[in-house]
């Protein structure tokens, strides 16, 4: 399956994307991706999902290769810039999927205009206590570049401990797109933190999936982000942590599209 890179104009300047899959008349399934990762971390889930789909992943503005918007970023301005992409794709439903930060986006996104997911799946839901987001605030502060090139080593060390099993191509990845945002590297965690995730998670009216590995750093977060949901179903996967997306594609493939186009036999077990 060939991914196809692209850019496109929004009134915010220009936004970056992958595409996998024939366009068809059907929704397209739209991947927003995790802090401070981009859309090469879909590349496996397209393979998978490619043959079925039309598959849209974009870059949040400031990460992979979309620049830095305008004043600091948010999860609403993020949420603004990529609808307003997809707009320009002529995207005007789809089935939405967002991993950790890509999860918070997604869900301001169905916030914003109800009617553009036809169904929501979010893995590794940020769905943190007050306690949590004020133990993690300090962590989030902004990082100077420094002149022994410390922050190299920090930046690594950092993405080390969430995967330390990961192979370290994975890592490298991760650790270069991390050093490639500069200094604003943390920015969309703290828009995280400000995020009301739990308040606009009760009040979605869509069929929403949450899932998580059992070594995801978010795992805790499952079950609390279940409970907020009107229309809400809960998977545990078998394996997998933060960069699931890409160490089992298969997994979360899998996973999208049972939940997106249900078997009629799944449609079934659903509503008893």
Known sequence: MTTRCSYVDTPDGQLHLRMAGLRTKAPPVVLLHQTASHSVMFEGVMEFLGSRYWCVAPDTPGYGNTPHPRGTGSIALYARVLRAALDALGIQRCWLFGHHTGASIAVQMATDDPTFAVRLALSGPPCLNREQIETLIPKAAPKRLEEDGSHFMAVWNRIRAKAPTADVALLHREAVSNLQV???????????????????????????????????????????????????????????????????????????????????????????
């Open 182 to 272: 500069g200094p604003r590297y943390l920015e969309a965690y703290r828009a995280v933190f400000a995020q009301d995730f739990e308040g606009q998670l009760a009040d979605l009216d869509v069929e929403t999936l949450v899932m998580a590995g059992p070594d995801d750093t978010l795992r805790d977060s499952l079950e609390p982000a279940h409970e907020a949901l009107q229309q809400g179903y809960l998977l545990e996967l078998p394996r997998g942590g933060t960069y699931v997306c890409d160490t089992h594609p298969e997994l979360i493939a899998g996973a999208l599209s049972d939940f997106f186009t249900p078997s009629p036999v799944q449609r079934k077990q659903r509503a008893s």
